[in-house]
């Protein structure tokens, strides 16, 4: 009862206080933010604050569950607290945070879902981390892909808002390579559906049909089948795309096309030479056999032999 007294009273005492200076207490230090997700996509945010013989502040991200707000001390002891202001980032203070203090609670409605793929666009104004289940394998943060390997996590240094894709459930396709006798399984992960994938020996090169534009396309494969440096095509025009090492020997490229069409991965010097050849509209010009050229020029040398000889003729006969 004291506890819930106490807290209200200290509501009413912010509340009174201008929208411009409603925070009370100093800025906590803050050892550790985290947004932990679950196989279920649900969200719980943790703050770890150092001790303070002073009232300290914390923002709340965006999507906080009041009910759900617990702060206790490292002993596991409950502490008093008070919330003011539900913008983008609310504002909580713990009143005596003597010992390290850990603040956990929910955030809702924080996803949207397009087909497979999730996205989370969150932010917040100091560094902090997001942590991933077990089951995400690869992310897009800000379509730049990240293989998250035995690191279930990212740190946003700078703080800031960011935007996080992945899918629910990964939809992978695999495609077997047959190349100097050796076999390679190429691994396609999208949501768009796939047509007419070929690899071609000569040029070194992959292509294959997308039927979906402005989703997200990963292909992971092996180093050796492909040369380096990478050129990706999009209906033969360069597009943007991102690489990652998955494994060992292993590499990913990941792009987002803006179009429906044709897909060609490929190494940039054969692009660069393709795209010299399709940039002249004339046909090579084949050498001619020196012994045309030598009857050409005889046929010439006759033809004008015999007008000299007709001129003299008609000159003679005046």
């Given at each position: 009862m004291n506890k819930i007294v106490?807290?209200?009273?200290?509501?009413?005492?912010?509340?009174?206080?201008?929208?411009?200076?409603?925070?009370?207490?100093?800025?906590?230090?803050?050892?550790?933010?985290?947004?932990?997700?679950?196989?279920?996509?649900?969200?719980?945010?943790?703050?770890?604050?150092?001790?303070?013989?002073?009232?300290?502040?914390?923002?709340?991200?965006?999507?906080?569950?009041?009910?759900?707000?617990?702060?206790?001390?490292?002993?596991?002891?409950?502490?008093?607290?008070?919330?003011?202001?539900?913008?983008?980032?609310?504002?909580?203070?713990?009143?005596?945070p003597q010992k390290n203090t850990?603040?956990?609670?929910?955030?809702?409605?924080?996803?949207?879902?397009?087909?497979?793929?999730?996205?989370?666009?969150?932010?917040?104004?100091?560094?902090?981390?997001?942590?991933?289940?077990?089951?995400?394998?690869?992310?897009?943060?800000?379509?730049?892909?990240?293989?998250?390997?035995?690191?279930?996590?990212?740190?946003?240094?700078?703080?800031?808002?960011?935007?996080?894709?992945?899918?629910?459930?990964?939809?992978?396709?695999?495609?077997?390579?047959?190349?100097?006798?050796?076999?390679?399984?190429?691994?396609?992960?999208?949501?768009?559906?796939?047509?007419?994938f070929n690899f071609d020996q000569?040029?070194?090169?992959?292509?294959?049909?997308?039927?979906?534009?402005?989703?997200?396309?990963?292909?992971?494969?092996?180093?050796?089948?492909?040369?380096?440096?990478?050129?990706?095509?999009?209906?033969?025009?360069?597009?943007?795309?991102?690489?990652?090492?998955?494994?060992?020997?292993?590499?990913?490229?990941?792009?987002?096309?803006?179009?429906?069409?044709?897909?060609?991965?490929?190494?940039?010097?054969?692009?660069?030479?393709?795209?010299?050849?399709?940039?002249?509209?004339?046909?090579?010009?084949?050498?001619?056999?020196?012994?045309?050229?030598?009857?050409?020029?005889?046929?010439?040398?006759?033809?004008?032999?015999?007008?000299?000889?007709?001129?003299?003729?008609?000159?003679?006969?005046?």
């Amino acid at each position: 009862m004291n506890k819930i007294v106490f807290s209200s009273l200290i509501i009413c005492t912010l509340i009174a206080i201008p929208v411009a200076n409603a925070q009370f207490g100093e800025p906590a230090y803050q050892k550790v933010t985290q947004l932990l997700i679950d196989e279920s996509e649900n969200i719980q945010a943790k703050h770890i604050i150092g001790f303070s013989n002073n009232p300290v502040s914390v923002n709340l991200f965006e999507g906080a569950i009041i009910e759900s707000i617990t702060v206790t001390n490292e002993d596991g002891n409950e502490l008093e607290f008070g919330i003011t202001g539900m913008g983008d980032y609310g504002t909580l203070t713990i009143f005596l945070p003597q010992k390290n203090t850990i603040v956990k609670y929910n955030l809702e409605n924080m996803f949207r879902q397009s087909d497979n793929l999730l996205t989370l666009n969150i932010g917040y104004p100091k560094q902090f981390s997001i942590i991933f289940s077990e089951k995400t394998e690869l992310i897009f943060l800000n379509d730049q892909i990240i293989q998250l390997g035995d690191k279930k996590g990212i740190s946003i240094n700078s703080g800031g808002y960011v935007n996080v894709d992945y899918y629910n459930k990964i939809p992978k396709i695999i495609e077997e390579i047959i190349w100097e006798e050796n076999k390679f399984d190429v691994e396609i992960i999208t949501d768009s559906k796939i047509d007419e994938f070929n690899f071609d020996q000569g040029s070194k090169s992959i292509s294959f049909q997308i039927n979906e534009k402005n989703k997200f396309v990963t292909i992971t494969m092996e180093e050796e089948l492909l040369d380096s440096p990478y050129v990706i095509l999009l209906n033969d025009e360069k597009i943007a795309y991102t690489k990652s090492i998955s494994k060992e020997n292993y590499f990913s490229l990941s792009m987002k096309p803006q179009a429906i069409g044709e897909i060609m991965i490929t190494n940039s010097e054969y692009s660069d030479r393709l795209s010299k050849i399709t940039s002249n509209h004339t046909l090579p010009i084949e050498s001619i056999p020196n012994d045309y050229v030598i009857w050409l020029v005889f046929g010439g040398v006759l033809i004008i032999v015999v007008i000299v000889v007709i001129i003299i003729m008609r000159k003679i006969k005046k």
